[in-house]
C-alpha cells in the first residue's frame, strides 16, 4: 500500500477497505436479510461491496455463480472483460457517462469469468451487486492455462489478467 497515490489511500481508509483475493479493495457494505435457496445453499438475495482497483492493478479473472452488476462510482473507468463458458468474450468500458461506448454497469452473468483493469493512474471505484449474494464458497480464482485452452487466440491477455500459478 505504500506505493498507493495519497488520494486512493484516502478512499481505502475512508471506506474501511481491505485486500481482496482477487486484486484491489473491498467491504462489504450490504447483505439482504432475505434469503434465497440455491443449489450450493441459502444465500442472501443479493450482496453489494464497494470495490477499488488502484492504478496499475488488475482485478484478476475469477468467477462466482451468481450475477453480478459492476457499477462505477468514482474515479478512472475500467475496462471489465468477460469471457463466456461457451468461449465468447468481450471487453466493457465502464466509467462516467460522456465518451462514446462507455457505460455507468455492465452485468456479468453467473457463471463467467471476469477481469478489470483500471484505464488511469489513479484508481476506480465501482459498486459491485451481486444475486443471489455473494458467498466466498460460490467464487473461484482462475487457472491462466484453462482459459488459454478455451480461447488459445487470447492467450497473452488471458494470462496477463491471472493470478500466477500457486
Do not use: K, N
Not at 438475495?45 to 484478476?60: D, E
Not at 465501482?126 to 458467498?135: D, E, K, R, S
Amino acid at each position: 500500500m505504500d506505493s498507493l497515490q495519497p488520494d486512493t489511500l484516502a478512499v481505502i481508509r475512508d471506506l474501511s477497505l481491505v485486500p481482496h483475493p482477487e486484486g484491489g479493495y473491498y467491504r462489504e457494505t450490504w447483505a439482504s436479510a432475505a434469503r434465497v435457496s440455491t443449489p450450493r445453499g441459502e444465500r442472501a438475495a443479493f450482496t453489494v461491496i464497494h470495490f477499488l482497483l488502484p492504478g496499475g492493478a488488475v482485478s484478476a479473472f475469477h468467477r462466482v455463480q451468481s450475477d453480478e452488476l459492476w457499477h462505477h462510482a468514482g474515479g478512472d473507468p475500467i475496462d471489465l472483460h468477460i469471457l463466456e463458458p461457451s468461449g465468447g468474450y468481450a471487453i466493457h468500458r465502464v466509467g462516467p457517462l460522456g465518451p462514446p461506448g462507455t457505460l455507468s454497469h455492465q452485468v456479468v452473468p453467473a457463471g463467467a469469468w471476469q477481469a478489470a483493469r483500471p484505464l488511469g493512474s489513479g484508481h476506480a471505484l465501482l459498486t459491485c451487486i451481486v444475486a443471489p449474494g455473494f458467498h466466498f464458497g460460490d467464487f473461484e480464482m482462475a487457472d491462466a492455462e484453462v482459459l488459454v485452452r478455451l480461447r488459445p487466440d487470447l492467450a497473452d491477455t488471458l494470462r496477463a489478467l491471472c493470478l500466477p500459478a500457486p
